[in-house]
C-alpha cells in the first residue's frame, strides 16, 4: 500500500511543486494520474521512491517512511520499485536483453554486472520479461534499431526484470503515436492485472485514462483536485 498524508515537496530555490497532497494506493491498484504539463505529475510519481525533497507530510510504501528515509532504505525501496519513461532511458547501442539485465542491476554484487557474467537465473528472468511484452525475438538485437513502441517495450521489460512490487510510469506513452499508444496503455493494464502489481501512470490525454484506467487522480497546480471513477470524469 501507498500513503500519503498531506505531502508537500518544495524543490531547492523555493518552488513547491506539490501542496497538501493526501492519497492512499491500494496493493494491486491501477492509478492513472491525469493533469497539465506542470500541474506536478511526475514529482507525485517521484515522491513514491524519494527522488524528489518531501517538505511536508509522509509518504509511506508498505508501511515504510520515505520522508527523511536513510539511503540503505532507499536503495531497498527502489528495488523494488520500477521506472519506465517517456524516452525510454534505454542504452541504445547495446542488445535488447542487456538493456532488460539492467533491471537486475540492484539485486546482483556489482561486478557481475561490469563482467557482464549475469548469472543464469537472471538471464532468464529478463527474457521472460521481454516475453510478457512479446519482444523476446528482438532479445539480441541492438536496442538502437528498434522502433519507439518497441523500445518502450524494453522499457518496461527491464522494469519487470526487476520483479518490482511498483510500477511508474511517467507519460509512457507521449513520445509514440496514437496505435502504438494504445499497444503499450494495452501492456501496462495486462501487466497489472496479471502479475498484480500496483502501477501509477502520468498521462495528459484524457481519452486513453478513460480507456484503461479504473481510477484517476487529477492534479492541478501542485494540488489534488479529483480522485474517483475515470466514469465519472467529464472533459471539464
Ligand atoms: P508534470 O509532470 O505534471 O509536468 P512536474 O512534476 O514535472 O509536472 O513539475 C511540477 C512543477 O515543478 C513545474 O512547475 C516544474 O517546473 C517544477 N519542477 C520540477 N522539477 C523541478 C526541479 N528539479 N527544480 C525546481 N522546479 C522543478
Redesign the pocket.
Known amino acids: 500500500m501507498i500513503e500519503f498524508e498531506n505531502v508537500d515537496v518544495t ?3 523555493g ?1 513547491k ?1 506539490l501542496h497538501n497532497v493526501s492519497l492512499t494506493i491500494e496493493d494491486g491498484e491501477l492509478l492513472v494520474i491525469v ?1 497539465l ?7 507525485l510519481l517521484r515522491a513514491v521512491n524519494g527522488f524528489v525533497p518531501i517538505t511536508a507530510g509522509s509518504v509511506k510504501v508498505d508501511g515504510v517512511e520515505v520522508r527523511g528515509a536513510s539511503r540503505k532504505t532507499l536503495r531497498e525501496l527502489r528495488s523494488n520499485v520500477g521506472m519506465i519513461f517517456q524516452t525510454f532511458n534505454l542504452v541504445k547501442r547495446t542488445s535488447v536483453i542487456n538493456n532488460a539485465l539492467m533491471g537486475r542491476l540492484s539485486k546482483v554484487p556489482s561486478w557481475r554486472a561490469m563482467t557482464g557474467f549475469w548469472p543464469a537465473a537472471d538471464r532468464e528472468i529478463a527474457l521472460q520479461s521481454l516475453e510478457r511484452v512479446e519482444i523476446v525475438e528482438k532479445a539480441y538485437v541492438r536496442a538502437s534499431d528498434l522502433s519507439g513502441g518497441q523500445q518502450q517495450r524494453v522499457g518496461i521489460a527491464r522494469a519487470l526484470a526487476q520483479e518490482p512490487s511498483v510500477l511508474l510510469a511517467d507519460e509512457p506513452v507521449a513520445s509514440l503515436d496514437p496505435v502504438t499508444s494504445h499497444t503499450v496503455m494495452g501492456d501496462l493494464r495486462r501487466i497489472n492485472r496479471d502479475l498484480g502489481i500496483t502501477t501509477i501512470i ?1 498521462l495528459h490525454f484524457l481519452d486513453l485514462a478513460r480507456t484503461y484506467g479504473q481510477r484517476l487522480v487529477g ?1 492541478r497546480d501542485g494540488e489534488l483536485v479529483f480522485d474517483g471513477n475515470i466514469a465519472d470524469v467529464d472533459d471539464e
Open positions: 524543490y531547492p530555490g518552488f511543486a493533469g504539463s506542470g500541474a506536478g505529475k511526475s514529482t502520468n492534479l
